[in-house]
């Protein structure tokens, strides 16, 4: 293969040029362009495998492809993040028309996951027949035009539509469980349909139609199905191992998954709990033994759970992100108060350093009286920074934080909290941002508070961790990499800074102790808590453009070591979520909502499609 060659080039042993027998699965002026083109010689036919790529960024963007039978994913993957699902290709639509038409490489990974069948027409042949049929401009120019407008109202299109279910070990049936899921999608306003082994022996051109007849497909497989089960595997967008959680997981687990949902790790889990436990036990086996995504709890008869499940699937799931700042951030607990409110739903939630305490709260099951009390009593009644030590590493001992730590989050795993959580440390050690998703709440909280020079650093595994803020203050991004839906974030860090009255040595230091406020720390704390939580303007810029709804509370009065401005703090929250999400054109949920299948244009943004 030449250099920089599309991976598709060399003509593998999977690629054949054989005559395509079938219609092509649209009438719109584009499918009748490749099919004209096919059957004069310009465009040419190849099997893509499951698994295989189409093209990757960087590569040039010198044919137009057409995808006949099959699914493509789009990717991206920034260096130190997971890859980020960008969105589908289905059967009928085009593949790689943003970057040809604009003469750029492509941006994203293109890959088959599933077996495909798929049509290339050369960038000067595809312009050639287009001055034939002046309708084909047209449809993409209006296609073009859809995407770009859902992009910049941050619309979801091109996301997952066909996902499965797989039971892990025999017991009750999960069929019921995912007839309620269809139920719930329904209830959204989704054509869904639920099948199962009774279709394994469909023709290939069934599952083509089911899923294109329906927003929605669920493939559902029994313990017992094992052959249905690998149909299942290599079917779906995404797949989903249904076990229990009130049982450890099995010495051996099947994956059933296609190259591709593993290697994109695109497949998740499912623990149902018993509706009478208070708190999810024994998680993190579950996911060592699974290797998932992510994980989501069903309480048997939880409404909530199935609910937060359906909106997860259909993209209208709420994620909240909170950043660092100190006291300040005591602003989160009034921007969850207006969330809860205004009935928004909370489904995933992350943070760091003080965001990630709250977040940890709300992960917890804190309802809003619980919040503030906790909070109050960690951080407000009493300082949490006043164990003064001589500074060898840190000016404090850190052990009041880790009592309180322990006294409000015990000996909790992430993985056994009933809703999805996430925080971010800084790893000195490896030099970029440590991704908390399992193992014990407490310590990864530590972690992703542990101010340099303030409190001593935590370590794990022979890492270095200081708090998350240092190297990722505001985690939408790592959100964004989670879950499709709508993003909520809450900023602390703008407004009136540290000033060169916050370093001034104190005019007299007896009054200084006496009065009580060296509990606050020297000035010096001051500067380093303000340092490692700076925001800059191209942060705040990111920020804007993962989130769906910013929230930046006014909180200039507020100083980002005075741990008793609680009231002002929250107020502050209060007001400004509250502004934020009154003046919005629709609800949160509706702000990434796909059209139905009548409306959907189809394809992916813009962005993911170059």
């Known amino acids: 293969m030449r250099p920089n060659a599309p991976l598709w080039s060399s003509l593998p042993p999977w690629v054949s040029v054989r005559a395509v027998e079938t219609p092509l699965p649209d009438d719109s002026a584009l499918a009748r362009l490749f099919d004209r083109a096919w059957r004069g010689g310009a465009a040419a036919w190849f099997s893509l495998p499951g698994g295989a790529p189409l093209f990757a960024p960087g590569e040039p963007a010198d044919q137009l492809f057409f995808l006949k039978t099959g699914r493509l994913g789009a990717f991206r993957k920034e260096e130190g993040q997971e890859p980020q699902f960008l969105g589908v290709i289905r059967p009928g639509e085009p593949a790689g028309e943003m970057a040809l038409i604009a003469g750029a490489a492509h941006s994203a990974n293109m890959v088959a996951l599933r077996d495909s069948e798929v049509l290339r027409l050369p960038r000067d042949d595809f312009f050639a027949a287009a001055e034939d049929d002046p309708a084909v401009m047209l449809e993409l120019s209006r296609l073009m035009i859809r995407r770009t407008r859902q992009a910049q109202t941050h619309a979801a299109i091109g996301d997952p539509s066909v996902f499965g279910f797989i039971a892990v070990e025999p017991g009750a049936a999960i069929r019921p469980i995912v007839e309620r899921l269809a139920r719930c999608i329904e209830a959204l306003g989704y054509a869904v349909t639920v099948e199962g082994s009774e279709s394994q022996l469909a023709p290939t051109e069934w599952f083509s139609n089911v899923e294109r007849e329906h927003d929605f497909v669920l493939y559902v497989a029994e313990a017992d199905e094992n052959a249905w089960k690998h149909v299942v595997g290599r079917q779906v967008d995404r797949l989903f191992r249904v076990g229990r959680g009130d049982r450890p997981p099995p010495a051996t687990i099947p994956s059933y998954a296609s190259g591709p949902l593993q290697s994109q790790r695109l497949v998740d889990l499912i623990l149902l709990q018993p509706a009478s436990r208070t708190r999810p036990e024994g998680s993190d086996a579950w996911m060592d033994a699974t ?101 060898l590493i840190a000016m404090t001992r850190g052990e009041k934080v880790r009592t309180r730590l322990d006294e409000h989050f015990g000996d909790v795993a992430i993985s056994d909290l009933w809703l999805p959580f996430f925080c971010v440390s800084s790893n000195l050690t490896s030099g970029a941002y440590q991704l908390h998703r399992t193992g014990p709440l407490q310590a990864a909280l530590r972690a992703s508070i542990s101010l340099p020079g303030v409190l001593p650093p935590a370590t794990d595994q022979g890492a270095v961790l200081v708090d998350g803020a240092v190297m990722k203050n505001f985690p939408a991004d790592v959100m964004r990499s989670f879950q499709l839906g709508p993003i909520v974030g809450v900023d602390v860090t703008r407004g009136r800074s540290i000033t060169p009255e916050d370093v001034v040595r104190p005019p007299s230091l007896w009054k200084w102790i006496f009065s009580g406020e060296w509990r606050e720390g020297p000035p010096i704390v001051a500067l380093l808590m303000r340092a490692a939580t700076v925001t800059t303007g191209r942060d705040l810029a990111a920020a804007r453009e993962a989130t769906d709804v910013l929230i930046t509370p006014k909180l200039e009065g507020v100083d980002i070591r005075d741990w008793r401005a609680f009231e002002p703090a929250v107020k502050a929250g209060h007001l400004a979520a509250s502004v934020a999400l009154d003046g919005l054109h629709a609800p949160v949920t509706e702000l990434r909502r796909r059209p139905s299948l009548a409306d959907r244009g189809g394809g992916l943004t813009p962005a993911a499609r170059r």
């Open 291 to 391: 290797q998932a995504a992510r994980l989501f709890h069903l309480r048997e008869n939880g409404v909530a759970d199935m609910q937060r499940l359906a909106r997860v699937l259909t993209g209208q799931s709420v994620g909240l992100v909170l950043s660092g700042g100190g006291a300040r951030a005591y602003a989160h607990i009034g921007a969850i108060q207006a969330l809860r409110e205004r009935g928004v739903p909370i489904d995933f939630v992350g943070g760091a350093s003080m965001g990630a305490i709250v977040a940890g709260g709300l992960a917890m099951g804190w309802d809003d009286g619980e919040m503030e009390t906790r909070i109050r009593k960690a951080f407000v009644d009493t300082s949490p920074l006043d164990d003064i030590a001589f500074p």
